[in-house]
């Protein structure tokens, strides 16, 4: 039905504000989405079984999860399972609660199929989001799937401080969550991007690592760093004990393709992030070369994408513009197709045993 019923509610969003449409969706899911979630549950399903699996020591429902940024403050967590999001990361939090940069700051580009925004981590705060999921744990709403959390520097801590910031943060949420994402990569928090140099990159994760136990780490990265430089944080990460990368983040760069005039600053997601993401995500595949598991998101919209990262070598897919643009039911969608494409594997394999 939530299928069904996309186009005209796409309509009715699509001629609101991009961030009015926005947080007036999170709160009605917020509100109703147990009953919303049980009516999406049957009509868009869960996962085929076939296509769960493990990474990084975390049993991923299915291989389609929910990009950081959509619930920066975990506040529709139980209903992201009812449209077949086998994993969902929360986030970016920061140790600080903060309003994030001044408003208009989330923009549609429609004909593109895709966004820009600078919103500038724009969240409640890490302690408020652990006691939002403390309640989740302690009501027995906390969801079937995993959720991860990702942190982030808060605005106000200098970037030379920025391990503490990570640290606190980590801190409060560990034994909360299933696994944390290290966010240096997106564009719109002053100085963040360079993080993920050499000379702060090993100090944030060994901070982050000392707080959190077993639980593990991952590391997402910008796809704006030039191949040698991804590769080179990819390597260090591991080093220091990360457990996994996402790639990629929004970019600041304005591909050719682009048919909207531009002019707004801001990460750049959706549609014409795709070539640029997919090759960066090759590059992190490289040179992770097996070690840990790469998360692929950027510009995903359809099977034929989510298949190309798997093939790759990408343990699952992350969607964050795809689902605005094209719906509640794409998890699903690219769950049904995912699994037909598996099933039709097997049974090659197999005829070709027999
Ligand atoms: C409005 C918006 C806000 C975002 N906020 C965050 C964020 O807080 N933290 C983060 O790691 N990524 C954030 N992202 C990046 C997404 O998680 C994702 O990496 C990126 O958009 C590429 O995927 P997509 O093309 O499917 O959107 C945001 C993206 C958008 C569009």
Redesign the pocket.
Known sequence: MLDVAWPLARAVLFSMD??RA?ELTLSWLERSGGLLGATARTTLGTPDPSLAREAFGVKLAGPIGL????D?DGRAIPFWPSVGFGFV?V??VTAHPQPGNDKPR?FRLVQDK????R?G?N?HGSEALAQRLRGLHESGRWPSIPVGA?I?KSKVTPLDEAPADYALSAERLAGLVDWF?I?V??P?TPGLRSLQGPDALGGIIDAVLDEVGETPVLL?LAPDLEPEALAEAVDLAISRGISGI?A???TISRPQSLQADPNETG?L???P??PL?KDRIGVALQAASGRVPVIG?????SVAQAQELLDMGCVAV???????FEGPGLPARLNRGLARQEHAREGLTRGAQA
Not at 67 to 70: S, T
Not at 297 to 301: D, E, K, L, P, T
Not at 318 to 323: C, E, S
């Open positions: 991009a961030e926005h990009a950081a940024g959509l920066k990361e986030g970016t989330l895709a966004l820009i925004n919103m981590f969240n990702n982030g994402t966010n990569s997106s719109n997402k996402v990629t983040n929004t990460g997601s959706g549609a992030l795709w993401a998101a950027g510009g995903v919209h992350q969607l964050y513009t795809g689902f605005i």
